[in-house]
């Protein structure tokens, strides 16, 4: 297998992501066409992967592990097209749910001209790592995102009544029209920055 280099940048943590189709290639990593869950809940999104990451997840998922390797196991050893794909929505009837590990995700970058910049959107990331987590560290991990995006809101609030924004056009720009989110993410936001 031929190596290549992967850069990524702007990382973020993920408690639970879905795969319906796996694409193999002559490389060392793999792109994953699935969902990846959020507070609207899932959304589609590409990953890529190594195969010792794929290892970490594979491991977690106890009740479909085993279906999950052999399809693997057997595209490797018939795999006579690159690219070739093993489809598990196909197989399995559903995609597979990685539900029991905290994934620490990165998004892209590319090199248009002599500086690196972010490709994808929100709908492709590097899986960097997969570790397993108890229901409590991932209760913990979804908690800690919803703080981080309130504070992420009243800052981007504050942001708008800066440039002038009336008290009403700066809430509904930073997307805290609703009372109890506004007092939410000011709440977040006088934790995060100890005032």
């Given at each position: 297998?031929?190596?290549?280099?992967?850069?990524?940048?702007?990382?973020?943590?993920?408690?639970?992501?879905?795969?319906?189709?796996?694409?193999?290639?002559?490389?060392?990593?793999?792109?994953?066409?699935?969902?990846?869950?959020?507070?609207?809940?899932?959304?589609?999104?590409?990953?890529?992967?190594?195969?010792?990451?794929?290892?970490?997840?594979?491991?977690?998922?106890?009740?479909?592990?085993?279906?999950?390797?052999?399809?693997?196991?057997?595209?490797?050893?018939?795999?006579?097209?690159?690219?070739?794909?093993?489809?598990?929505?196909?197989?399995?009837?559903?995609?597979?749910?990685?539900?029991?590990?905290?994934?620490?995700?990165?998004?892209?970058?590319?090199?248009?001209?002599?500086?690196?910049?972010?490709?994808?959107?929100?709908?492709?990331?590097?899986?960097?790592?997969?570790?397993?987590?108890?229901?409590?560290?991932?209760?913990?991990?979804?908690?800690?995102?919803?703080?981080?995006?309130?504070?992420t809101n009243y800052e981007l609030y504050l942001g708008y009544l800066e440039l002038e924004f009336d008290e009403r056009s700066a809430r509904q720009q930073a997307d805290l029209e609703d009372d109890m989110k506004y007092t939410l993410a000011?709440?977040?936001?006088?934790?995060?920055?100890?005032?």
């Amino acid at each position: 297998m031929k190596r290549i280099s992967v850069n990524s940048t702007t990382f973020q943590e993920a408690t639970a992501i879905k795969i319906g189709q796996i694409i193999l290639d002559d490389s060392h990593y793999l792109t994953c066409w699935g969902y990846l869950e959020t507070e609207q809940g899932w959304r589609k999104c590409d990953f890529v992967t190594n195969y010792d990451v794929l290892n970490t997840m594979l491991r977690a998922i106890e009740d479909k592990s085993e279906a999950v390797q052999m399809a693997i196991v057997q595209k490797l050893e018939t795999m006579e097209n690159i690219p070739e794909m093993i489809d598990f929505e196909a197989q399995l009837g559903t995609p597979v749910i990685f539900d029991n590990l905290r994934f620490e995700l990165a998004r892209p970058q590319m090199q248009p001209g002599n500086e690196w910049t972010d490709y994808g959107s929100d709908s492709c990331y590097f899986i960097r790592e997969a570790a397993p987590c108890t229901s409590a560290e991932a209760y913990q991990l979804r908690i800690r995102q919803c703080m981080h995006t309130l504070y992420t809101n009243y800052e981007l609030y504050l942001g708008y009544l800066e440039l002038e924004f009336d008290e009403r056009s700066a809430r509904q720009q930073a997307d805290l029209e609703d009372d109890m989110k506004y007092t939410l993410a000011y709440y977040a936001w006088k934790q995060a920055s100890g005032r």
